[in-house]
Each structure stands twice: as structure tokens, then as C-alpha cells.
T-cell receptor, first 116, second 112 residues
């Protein structure tokens, strides 16, 4: 069965600190997709990144970076020099291969609080 | 550009009352549409999805139903609400089944 585990329920950091959000997944599929979404206090889910299982290259987008390691079934998310606006709940999610990316298996989320 | 609208933003309804939540997408045609629920202690769960007008797939058995009367309109309904229907309901769209989802602002439903 597919499963996503975000062991960190809440994290609190001070502005400008780096923070890593952990995500571990389980799947029997050889082809799958991994996602990160951000849910700010306003409630909407904001898409951050999608990774397919054949692409293990790390990705950097500004202060955000993602580390995908199939050997440990992990897809961790790092925010460098955190800012107050980064405060949100972050969800990691998994979906099967082509044709069903709308059926996301979400982790329970990590609430990040960045204090000034 | 594409935008997704959900309303109402918040709703308080008594047990046994009907429900109708609406979601519309602008700036695209024939999108895939989805209803997710975020309930306390249960995380985010896919309820329904639709790949075209009149085509609805249900992921979990429940007290709710969905309809897609127009290409860019997705409605979540119930004839009689239960306390367990309380939660945050999110509509999402994608241009096709291989694309990531984009979510609306959600509707917070409290059943009293």
C-alpha cells in the first residue's frame, strides 16, 4: 500500500535559520510521482514541486531545495534562510504513475513556524 | 491564466440539512476536477474526481455526492449532513491526468 510519512508534526525556527522537512514514502510501484505542497494560514494548497521516480537529481528553486533519494525512500525539503512568510503547513504527497496524478496520497503535514 | 473559485469560504450547517458547495475553473477547457477533504486527524483525502461532464468517480464511500453539470463546474452535495462531514473541502483542477493539481481556497464546513 502507498503511504507518506512526515514524522515532524511541528517545527519552530527563528528567521534566517535553515530548516529541513522530512518525507518518507512507501510504494510498490516502480514509477511514481512525489510532490510538495504549501498550505499557508489562508488555507489553499500551493503546488511547489513534482518529481518523478526516474529523476533523482536534486532541485533548487531560490531558497527552496529538494533532496530525492530512492535508496532511503525519502524526498526531503530544505528552506534556506527561512523567512516569516514561510510559516505554513507543508505536505508531501505521492501518486502512482501516469494517468492518476490527481489521486494523491498525502502525509499528515509539518507545521512550520518561523519567528522574527 | 487559469483560476479556480470555490464558495462559500465558510459554512455552518445543522445536522440533517442539505449541502451544496460549488467550484468553477476559468481559463481552461475540459479540465480534470477534484474534491478533497481535510478533516481533523484524517489528513487530506480524495473524495471525487471528474475527467469530463457527467463523469464522476468516487474514491471513498460516504454521505456526499458530486456532479459536473458544465465543463468547468464541479458541485459537492449532500441531502442530509452528518457531524462527521465537518471539515475543510478543497476543490482542485488539472489540465489532464498527468499534470499536478492546483487547489482552490477551500470551504470550511462546520456541521452542528
Amino acid at each position: 500500500a502507498q503511504k507518506v510519512t512526515q514524522a515532524q508534526t511541528e517545527i519552530s525556527v527563528v528567521e534566517k535559520e535553515d530548516v529541513t522537512l522530512d518525507c518518507v514514502y512507501e510504494t510498490r510501484d516502480t514509477t511514481y510521482y512525489l510532490f510538495w505542497y504549501k498550505q499557508p494560514p489562508s488555507g489553499e494548497l500551493v503546488f511547489l514541486i513534482r518529481r518523478n521516480s526516474f529523476d533523482e537529481q536534486n532541485e533548487i528553486s531560490g531558497r527552496y531545495s529538494w533532496n530525492f533519494q530512492k535508496s532511503t525512500s525519502s524526498f526531503n525539503f530544505t528552506i534556506t534562510a527561512s523567512q516569516v512568510v514561510d510559516s505554513a503547513v507543508y505536505f508531501c504527497a505521492l501518486s502512482e504513475a501516469r494517468g492518476s496524478q490527481g489521486n494523491l496520497i498525502f502525509g499528515k503535514g509539518t507545521k512550520l513556524s518561523v519567528k522574527p | 491564466s487559469q483560476t479556480i473559485h470555490q464558495w462559500p469560504a465558510t459554512l455552518v450547517q445543522p445536522v440533517g440539512s442539505p449541502l451544496s458547495l460549488e467550484c468553477t475553473v476559468e481559463g481552461t477547457s475540459n479540465p480534470n476536477l477534484y474534491w478533497y477533504r481535510q478533516a481533523a486527524g484524517r489528513g487530506l483525502q480524495l473524495l471525487f474526481y471528474s475527467v469530463g461532464i457527467g463523469q464522476i468517480s468516487s474514491e471513498v464511500p460516504q454521505n456526499l455526492s458530486a456532479s459536473r453539470p458544465q465543463d468547468r463546474q464541479f458541485i459537492l452535495s449532500s441531502k442530509k449532513l452528518l457531524l462527521s462531514d465537518s471539515g475543510f473541502y478543497l476543490c482542485a483542477w488539472a489540465p489532464n491526468s498527468d499534470a499536478p493539481l492546483h487547489f482552490g481556497n477551500g470551504t470550511r464546513l462546520t456541521v452542528t
